[in-house]
């Protein structure tokens, strides 16, 4: 069996490097920078070792939990504390919704997030049969209005992709908005106390989850893992390919490409020119955050911080800075053990379209969070340490028209035998999505 490069070591490429191994594969991993985690990062605010990137993953979907059980990493949950809304100068409480599209409306009225007007429009539902792909926005938009997407879908969507609630596809990020907006009745079964938690991660950090993957691979005399090694080229050979990098050019049988949409289409340009066109068209949005560490014990900060939320969401017409807020200390029982009378918390600025916003100085990100934070919760203390991390082409934008796309990017890339893409560009941006890519790209392979 010949020899097979993996190149990307994101969560996606160490998972489809793993199953390689675990099939009998020799396997070469490639990565361009000098750590493997790629989106999964950590960081030191105050002394202590954060995520500056990822940190969470969804429990429904079996893909993430599964593998860090699998590789003996303790999971933990977030804790009850929940999340607000800073709009109409307010913190208010975020009623049930499914990805903004609210499942009661008098928990929606309590709320105090719509104005009357907005509220007024949202109880006057209008069932819509859209046809074809639409954005969350659109579809959610007809049924409930203006308001209900500007104030609930944007911020929800804003977390997620960084994106645009107009342009992101329903189809590909909110299916079951699609059938749940098609009842002449929207309502949701109450929460059952005991039920699974929604959302996991790795005690201590997401950041433990691709550090395990790599000591894993390491552990194994079949798979090598490079780092400073960006692939340049991608060529086909009668054998199978000739993959370049600048320190030489390495031959392989089998090809995964994890890396994001802009270096996967340079790379396919030459095996699978169509795919690469696909690619190509593929959007993304660039992110900052910013960790803090605030004392507990200095005036106002409890009072301020350690409400019982979780954090905030910040709808775009609001005007804020910071698009959302995670207050770690409260949303991570860990965070908070490990902080010792620190508070840690983040902040989340940058959407899709807003990339000149965050070229400025780290500074300047952190006098922005720190004044939106004084507005919306009065905090005036100044933090003991701020980290900023910049995800620059980050989320990938999964636009009207997504999964259309990405079944043709497949069916071109299935035309070369041996090669395989996954990653967040494709079926899902997620954790546990991304993940999945990586194992069904492998198993394609195999097969
Ligand atoms: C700020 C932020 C917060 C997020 N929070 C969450 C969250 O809480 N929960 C969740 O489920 N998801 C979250 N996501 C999404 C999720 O983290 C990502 O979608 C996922 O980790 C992407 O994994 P990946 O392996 O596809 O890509 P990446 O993590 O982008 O990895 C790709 C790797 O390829 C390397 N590479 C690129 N070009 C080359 C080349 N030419 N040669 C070699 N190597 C190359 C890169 O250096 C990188 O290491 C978040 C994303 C961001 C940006």
Redesign the pocket.
Known sequence: MGRAIV?????????AARALADAGRDVLL????D??????RSGEVAGITV????????HRRPE?TALATDLGLPLTHPTPASSRVWTRDALRRLPRTVMGAPVDLDDLADSGILSAEGLERARHQAVAHLDGDVSVGDLVGARYGDEVVDRLVEPLLGG?Y?GQARRISARSAAPQLLDLLARPEVTLPAPVTGAPPV?A?VAGG?WRLPLALEADLRDRDSAEVRYD????ALRRTPSGFVVT?PAGAEAAELVVL???A???A??LADPAPDAAAELEAIAYAS???VTFAFRRADPGVAEALDTGASGFLVPPVDGRRVKASTFSFAKWDWVRTAGEGLLVLRT?LGRFGEEASLQVPDEALVRASLADLATATGLTAPPVDAVV?R?GG???QYWVGHADRIARLRAAVARVPGLAV????YD???????IG??QRAVAGLLA
């Open positions: 190149v990307g070591a994101g969560i996606a490429g160490l998972t490639l990565e361009a920078t750590r493997p985690g790629g989106k999964l995520d500056v990137g990822a940190e969470a993953m969804l993430g997620v960084a959302f991660a997401m090694a960006p692939v340049t990098t994890a890396t994001p802009a270096p996967s340079r790379l992110v900052a955050l989340s991390q995800w980050g989320l990938p996954c990653g967040a560009a899902g941006v997620g954790i546990p999505a991304t890519s990586a």
